[in-house]
């Protein structure tokens, strides 16, 4: 199949955030490609300038630490400084440590909050003051995980904090659409962002899971930045305080194999079949 669908973004600005790799750096990358200015933001160096190196004009990059408003407010000023304007945030930037529920430390579970919760409501209060500032109205894209529908052991602290961000985007969505800004949420389910250097019995637990995943593949950052991509075009301007799934299926069940049976004799009534007397 050939997707023959093209978002222009000439002349807009967008910040990402998480941009040193994953999904962040292919959503710099598919925002480069479309014409727009990028910011690209992580408190990662070197992974951003891995990131920078293909595109010689249109990016900006900046370490920074999006759980502080110092941080949040740098990324955004960077934005306006360089570019003159801000036009999408794509909260992309998230830590996602596991651990079992009766171990798990105080600091941790604060500091996964501090990045998904505090982060991204600090980047959509400062990056919606801009936006606000610039009378042009914007996008702001947030991210979950179909994590935040599950209870998979393990995910305590990261599950909880996803969901969070999503009633946090619901709100987001109600106080700013007067000013023309729209607030989206994308919950991927799991994407293959490689190199992803995982504990051995992670990356077995996740190889384990692929062959039940309803496509039997796990998405790439690609398809995920192509979504990003049309919530921040003009094919979306009805979409807003919504979540947004992107995961081949795998949040509504498992890869169906086998047949569907379908001889319940007590729906012969429903079904109209006839049988044969015995
Ligand atoms: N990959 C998946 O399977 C998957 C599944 C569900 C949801 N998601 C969501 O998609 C998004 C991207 O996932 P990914 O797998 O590419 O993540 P990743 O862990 O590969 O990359 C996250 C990036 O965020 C940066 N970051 C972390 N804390 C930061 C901070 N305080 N300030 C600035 N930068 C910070 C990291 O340095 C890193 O470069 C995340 O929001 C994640 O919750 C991913």
């Not at 300038?49 to 955004?76: M, Y």
Request: with cysteine.
């Amino acid at each position: 199949m050939t997707a023959e669908v093209q978002f222009r973004f000439d002349g807009k600005v967008a910040i990402v955030t998480g941009a040193a790799r994953g999904v962040g750096r292919e959503i710099v990358r598919a925002f480069v490609e479309a014409g727009a200015r990028v910011v690209a933001a992580d408190r990662d160096g070197d992974g951003l300038a891995e990131t920078c190196a293909p595109h010689r004009d249109g990016v900006t990059s900046i370490v920074a630490d999006i759980s502080t408003g110092e941080g949040a407010n740098a990324i955004v000023d960077r934005a306006t400084r360089t570019f003159g304007r801000l036009d999408i945030c794509v909260n992309n930037a998230a830590v996602a440590p596991h651990a079992a529920l009766l171990d798990e430390r105080a600091e941790v579970w604060d500091r996964v909050y501090a990045v998904n919760c505090r982060g991204t409501f600090l980047m959509t209060q400062a990056a919606a003051r801009a936006m606000i500032a610039g009378g042009r109205g914007g996008r702001i894209i947030n991210f979950s995980s179909g994590a935040a529908q599950r209870g998979a052991a393990g995910g305590a602290a990261y599950a909880s904090s996803r969901a969070a961000t999503e009633t946090f985007s619901r709100v987001a969505a109600v106080e700013l659409a007067p000013h023309d800004i729209l607030v989206n949420t994308i919950s991927p389910g799991l994407i293959d962002t490689q190199p992803k250097p995982l504990p051995t019995e992670m990356a077995k637990r996740l190889a384990a899971r692929i062959p039940n995943l309803p496509l039997a593949r796990p998405g790439r950052p690609d398809e995920v930045a192509q979504l990003v991509l049309f919530l921040a075009s003009d094919a979306s301007s009805y979409i807003s305080g919504a979540v947004i799934s992107i995961d081949g299926a795998s949040g509504a069940g498992s890869r169906f194999s086998g047949a569907v049976v379908d001889d319940d004799i007590r729906y012969d009534w429903v079904t109209r079949r006839t049988r044969a007397s015995s």
